[in-house]
């Protein structure tokens, strides 16, 4: 439809005939656009316009059709009051423009026009097939909730406020995308949640001006604070109960229509690296896990490059027995350490990545046999040494350990650059890339938050969910950046007492 015709024909005409022909051109070449026309009660002509494929039709014959072709409207005052006490439909809503008819029919809402009336009446009769909530396959667990978001907007918001009882869970919905039209909700806890925070959020979705939204990861590269930076500023999740668990902190989540994933904000370092695993477990066992990922995260970063420059330049730091059983094997090798570091993760990237396209029945097997016959081909082919084997095998393991995907593939690319300045500098290059790397994540921020909180600026309280996994009795207050609100989560004297005295069983 161009511009004239839109402007001229905005408002809903009092002529039947002219609201069907503006349909008709606005929906000009659409096939599934339905358009119903028939008479209420044998004398009124009315049309009932509706998008197939998103309207449940049994209830459209049983509660709409069937009660308006047998009704007597001589004395009818059309009002949506009187309109919704003929019909069995709960959420009826009256619009005067074509953009709001519009709005209704893409969200799969029917649209009742009568003649003689200059109003539509939308008709709440939205139906489409969606997938049933599942377990994240992403985010396993061993122990916790197997549910998962899906890709219906009512679905997800539905599971937070089941887990989330309280009406300080508040939900403002945004439309955002020109053609689009996708409705994206953020998502907070009213008087824990900081209000600047929230504006902040708010603001910055309001001013998005795109095309379109068809995932997430739109929204996501168009609020962050740093998009050039490999690091992401804003967490990623499947699971209710980890958005839960945000938003009680007094953080933000975006939920967008279309996507099982939501997003967290503010993220910063720590909160990415933990796993919701690590709550729902002891707080013992918990905080052990939590140091094994720490190490495997530097192993995930540093490996490949302390190898490379130990072996280049720094010989004498490996115990003589182990450098010559190095030597051995790489006396057939025509790489220098650095080349062939470089030829491996290269490699096991590839792999790894293909066996992600793949379809999920070959997948795994294609990656983890094509690891194995290629790893064993270079080395017998004198390519490589058997212990750069080992280290890139090692290293992509480590990978493994990362919660968040978006961390990993981060630290599989800073890899790279850290390789090739240990293979020209030997330890002093390593030192530098680690300094380099510190020194971006000291400066960069989500939504203003230190991504290094709290351990830069250091926050002693909050180092209990940080460097150890503290007993749930003991985490009294929340984060100071975001819940400063409303700081205290639990009073004090929660931790369980031995029995006292005789056994209870005597």
Not at 332 to 339: E, G, H, R, S
């Given at each position: 439809?161009?511009?004239?015709?839109?402007?001229?024909?905005?408002?809903?005409?009092?002529?039947?005939?002219?609201?069907?022909?503006?349909?008709?051109?606005?929906?000009?070449?659409?096939?599934?656009?339905?358009?119903?026309?028939?008479?209420?009660?044998?004398?009124t002509r009315a049309l009932i316009v509706y998008i197939e494929g998103m309207v449940n039709l049994e209830a459209l014959d049983r509660n709409v059709l069937s009660p308006l072709l047998s009704e007597t409207i001589e004395e009818w005052n059309y009002t949506e009051k009187e309109l919704s006490s003929i019909i069995s439909i709960s959420d009826v809503k009256e619009t005067s423009t074509f953009s709001d008819i519009i709005a209704h029919l893409s969200v799969g809402n029917v649209e009742l026009l009568i003649d003689g009336i200059p109003l539509a009446y939308s008709l709440g009769l939205a139906h489409w097939e969606k997938r049933n909530i599942e377990e994240p396959s992403a985010e396993s667990v061993i122990r916790g909730p197997r549910e998962g978001f899906t890709e219906t907007m009512s679905v997800n918001t539905a599971m937070l406020r089941r887990k989330i009882k309280s009406p300080s869970l508040k939900m403002v919905s945004y439309k955002v995308g020109k053609h689009t039209r996708t409705e994206v909700v953020v998502i907070y806890m009213e008087g824990i949640a900081n209000e600047g925070l929230i504006q902040e959020v708010e603001q910055r979705i309001a001013e998005i001006e795109i095309d379109g939204i068809l995932e997430s990861g739109y929204i996501e590269g168009l609020i962050e604070d740093h998009p050039l930076s490999p690091f992401p500023q804003i967490q990623v999740t499947e699971r209710p109960d980890v958005v839960s668990a945000a938003l009680l902190?007094?953080?933000?989540?975006?939920?967008v229509d279309g996507t099982p994933f939501a997003l967290i904000a503010p993220a910063t370092l720590f909160s990415l690296l933990q796993s919701p695993e690590d709550y729902y477990q002891r707080f013992i066992i918990g905080t052990l896990i939590r140091w094994l990922r720490y190490m495997f995260f530097f192993i995930t970063l540093l490996l490949p490059s302390l190898y490379v420059a130990i072996l280049t330049f720094h010989q004498e730091m490996v115990p003589t027995s182990l450098l010559l059983s190095i030597a051995k094997s790489r006396e057939?090798?025509?790489?220098?350490?650095?080349?062939e570091a470089l030829l491996m993760e290269i490699s096991f990237e590839a792999l790894r990545e293909a066996g992600v396209r793949l379809p999920k029945q070959v997948g795994a097997a294609v990656s983890i046999v094509g690891a194995?016959?290629?790893?064993?081909?270079?080395?017998?082919?004198?390519?490589?040494s058997a212990p750069m084997v080992m280290v890139v095998a090692?290293?992509?393991?480590?990978?493994?350990?990362?919660?968040?995907?978006?961390?990993?593939?981060?630290?599989?690319?800073?890899?790279?650059?850290?390789?090739?300045?240990?293979?020209?500098?030997g330890l002093l290059g390593l030192m530098l890339g680690f300094i380099v790397i510190v020194i971006h994540l000291c400066s960069l921020r989500s939504l203003g938050v230190p991504y290094l909180q709290p351990l830069a600026p250091i926050k002693a309280k909050e180092l209990k969910d940080v460097i150890i996994r503290a007993p749930i009795w003991s985490m009294r207050t929340r984060p100071k950046f975001t819940g400063r609100m409303n700081t205290i989560r639990q009073p004090s004297g929660q931790r369980p007492d031995p029995p006292k005295g005789d056994d209870i069983h005597d």
């Open positions: 439809m161009d511009a004239s015709l839109s402007n001229s024909l905005e408002t809903v005409s009092y002529s039947l005939d002219d609201n069907l022909r503006t349909l008709q051109v606005i929906y000009t070449k659409c096939k599934d656009v339905n358009f119903h026309d028939f008479l209420i009660g044998g004398t902190e007094g953080r933000t989540a975006i939920l057939d090798i025509p790489f220098p350490a650095l080349v194995l016959v290629i790893g064993q081909a270079a080395t017998s082919a004198g390519l490589v090692i290293t992509g393991i480590a990978s493994f350990m990362m919660p968040q995907y978006s961390t990993g593939i981060a630290l599989r690319m800073l890899r790279f650059p850290i390789m090739i300045l240990s293979g020209i500098l």
